[in-house]
């Protein structure tokens, strides 16, 4: 998985000086990303403080454990359907 280059923090404060009125290509070429990074992060934080994105982002951190141990879950299922041993 690639590692983030700006916290949440960061990229809030990127969106509060847009809404200040820094135009969107200086803030790009000033922090090197491109606009649809801009405007993707504009879709998933905009109008969102810090303490909500950090609650966003441990909702989705929960959500990707539970989706993992379902996949094993379905897996072992298939595997005793099927009539295969599991390894100990």
Known sequence: ???NRYTEEQIIGILKRHEAGVKTADLCREHGI???????????FGGMDVSEAQRLKAME??????????HGEA???VIRKNGWSLPV
Not at 61 to 70: F, I, P, Y
């Open 61 to 70: 951190d929960e959500n990707r454990g539970g989706e993992l141990s379902l």
């Open 1 to 3: 998985m690639k590692k």
């Open 34 to 44: 491109s606009a649809a990074t801009f405007y993707s992060w504009k879709s998933k």
């Open 75 to 77: 897996l072992k299922a």
